[in-house]
Every structure is written in C-alpha cells, then in structure tokens.
C-alpha cells in the first residue's frame, strides 16, 4: 500500500513526485509514456535556468531525481481506477496498486481526425511526430492538418525536407506564434490553404491523397507522400471519469486552488486540468501544488485512524 | 545491441527477427530504446534482436517503406511479417509482438 500514487508521468506528475518525496510520503509513479507530450518537443527555451534543452531529456532529467528520492516507478497503462471506502485501487494489464490518495496528472493525447483511411495510413504516410518523421520526407509534398503553433512549427522543419508544404487549417487564420507565424509566411516552400478539412485519406500500400471538402485549385483531390496531424490535443480523462471527478464542458478536470478535485483524496494537476496555459513550467508547479495537498490529506488520514 | 547496415543486413537477418529503426532525433524512439533491450532477453533463443539508425541505412529505412518510427519491425527471412509503430509500455508491445509471431 502506498500513501499516494500518481497517474501519469510527464511534466506534473514528475514533479508532484518530487515534492510528494520530499514530504516523506511513499509514492508511486504508475505512466504508460515517461514524459508525455514533452519527449517530442525538440527544444524546450523557455525552462528557467537551462537557455536549451530536450524534452526529453529534461523529463530523463526529472525522472532521474524522482528515482534519486525514492519514488518508484511502473511502467504500464492504467486500466481502471476505483475508490472503496477511503482506498483508491488502481489496475494496469495484470497487477493492481492501492494508495490513500491519488493525483491525476495524466495530461493530453494528440487529437486524431477520425477520417476515413487515416488509421489505415498511420506509418505510411500519416504521422503525429514530425520530429521524429521529418527526414522520411525528402523531395516529397507534404500536408500539415491544423493551424496552432505546432503545426507551424511543423512546417517549418518539414519544409527543411520535403519539396512543397501545405498548411490544411480548417478556420480562416492560422494562429502560430507571431515569431513562427512570420517565418512561416516568408518560406517559399510552404503554402497555407484555409478554410477547409481534410475529410478521408487514401492511397495504395502507401498513402497518396487527401480528399478535401473544398477544391483546392479545382479539385478536390489533393496529391500528397505525407500527412502530418498537428490538429491540437484532447485530455485522457476516462481513469477521472471512473472515479466520479468532475470535468468542464472540454472534458478538462475541474480542480480548485489547491489542486483538489470534487471527489475526496483526489487531486490533479498539468495539461489534463481546467488550466489557463499548458507549459512544462505550469505542469511542474501544478504537480508541486497537488502534492502538498494530498500530503495534508494523508497526514490527516492517519491522524484520524489512530 | 548490434547495428545493422546494408552490408551486413541480409546476412544478419536470415531466421527470425526484430528490427528496431529509430534515430537519434526521436524523443519516443529513446524512451522505446530501454524496453527494446529488455525485450531482447525475455525472447533470447527465439527472436535475434538488431538495430537500424534510419539516418546512417536510410536505404533500408527506404527499402522497408519506413515512414514513421519507432519502427519495430518483425522478419522472418528478411521478409516483413508485421510491424508496430509508435511508443508503448513493455507488457502493450509483447502482447502486439506475440500477435505477430504465432
């Protein structure tokens, strides 16, 4: 039994374990991908006191100090959550954990488009990293599918490869950066086409093209090698919705200042709350925030059972 | 783990194997890196385990049609028989490598 388990283990639920350590209180990192969404940011700039580094290995980093403070760690995807009396059980694959308290930091996944052929196509054609994909395309034409930083950001490398880039943006504007917006403007290789979807994706053994629900050009099938879904996230919540926590309107968890959901025990923190900016920064004090109230809760608990 | 290259891949990959592309540009390639290598013991004896650095083999990369890594894919003969894409947690990605052996 553990005093607190922590599902997720990107940028809050690291350092919620951190913190949880430090207070002396037996924790358990349970996360099906160390590191979450940061292990594909190439750069991260803007960590206080490092000018550059990975993201990666800013997360290797902070699991390292995790470890360092005796937080253990499993390595697998949580399957169910469930609460009996003042018990939280937690299952993955085969085993089961139990803790006194629990915080959710469980983040954001990539938000797929749901068309037709883009599960068909994913790894030949269609990709969620450019990062990591980038380099498979050279001399190819490529499409980008959203209109947010990343998509920009994702232009930009892809456009250090491929022959010809284009930006599939459903609204009328794309809203990057202004830094990034800019060089995405002034890059001859890359094209904005707004105000339309990508509604199906096809091609042989290989994907080959987008049908778009407008013409481009008169037609409205759209020629291209790769296809890169930048289209945003959406929060993994169905471990919080079994466990009864309450989520806003955008499926995002509700939680107060202290970090503390409507169910008693547990709380939240990072990418996958109803916060104001989604930042390694503010996952990482989220998670300290959310550990020092489930280190009152469990301090609590004990005081009242003996 | 060994390396493999265009000179040493289709005499390395006689039998059955697991051919891990990845590159060092790639965040979840590096997390997969670790599972790969443990991987590699609980099926000593029944699958040869190799790597391809897709920037040094790109042509092999080119040669399997690999668009998207981590690539893990599984060869019998050099032949393709199946192929997992993307990161995932150890027991999630035997469970998909046993699908593709048996």
């Known amino acids: 039994m553990h005093d607190l388990i922590i599902i997720g283990g990107g940028c809050a639920g690291l350092s919620a374990g951190i913190y949880s350590a430090r207070y002396n209180i037996k924790t358990l990192i349970i996360t099906k991908e160390m590191g979450g969404v940061l292990n594909e940011a190439h750069k991260v700039e803007n960590w206080p006191g490092t000018r550059s580094i990975s993201g990666l290995d800013l997360m290797m980093k902070m699991r390292e100090h995790a470890e360092g403070l005796g937080v253990e760690f499993v390595d697998e995807e949580v399957q169910k959550a469930e609460k009996k009396g003042k018990v939280f059980t937690i299952h993955t694959g085969g085993k089961s954990y139990q803790s006194t308290a629990l915080i959710l930091a469980m983040g954001l996944k990539r938000r797929h488009l749901n068309v037709p052929g883009e599960e068909k196509f994913a790894g030949k054609g269609v990709s969620y990293c450019y990062t990591c994909d980038a380099a498979f395309f050279k001399n190819k034409v490529v499409g980008v599918v959203g209109g947010n930083d990343s998509a920009a950001l994702a232009a930009i490398l892809l456009s250090q490869y491929a022959s010809r880039v284009y930006i599939i943006y459903r609204k009328d504007d794309i809203r990057a950066e202004p830094i990034n917006k800019k060089a995405v403007e002034e890059n001859d290789k890359i094209e904005v086409i707004t105000g339309t979807n990508v509604v199906e994706v096809r091609g042989d053994k290989m994907l080959t093209t987008a049908i778009l629900d407008k013409p481009y050009k008169g037609s409205k099938e759209f020629r291209l090698d790769g296809l890169f879904i930048e289209a945003g996230s959406v929060p993994s919540t169905i471990i919080a919705e079994q466990l009864g926590v309450k989520l806003n309107d955008n499926k995002m968890i509700i939680i107060d200042r202290e970090k503390k959901t409507n169910v008693e025990g547990v709380y939240a923190a990072g990418d996958v709350t109803d916060t104001v900016m989604r930042q390694a920064i503010t996952a990482a004090a989220d998670g300290a925030i959310a550990a020092l109230g489930a280190y009152q809760y469990i301090k609590k608990d004990k005081v009242d059972k003996y | ?102």
């Not at chain 2, 032949?79 to 150890?90: L, S």
């Not at chain 2, 990605?93 to 699908?99: A, E, F, P, S």
Request: with cysteine; glycine share 8%.
């Open chain 2, 1 to 102: 783990m060994e390396s493999l290259n265009s000179e040493n891949f289709d005499d390395r990959t006689k039998g059955m194997c697991i051919v891990d592309f990845w590159a060092e540009w790639c965040g979840p390639c590096k997390m997969l890196g670790p599972v790969f290598e443990q991987l590699s013991k609980d099926y000593k004896g029944k699958l040869n385990f190799f790597k391809v650095n897709t920037e040094e083999a790109s042509d092999i990369a080119e040669r399997f049609s690999v668009m998207s890594i981590p690539c893990l894919i599984v060869m019998k003969d050099g032949q393709e028989m199946g192929r997992v894409v993307g990161y995932m947690p150890k027991d999630s990605l035997k469970r998909k490598i046993d699908g593709i052996v048996k």
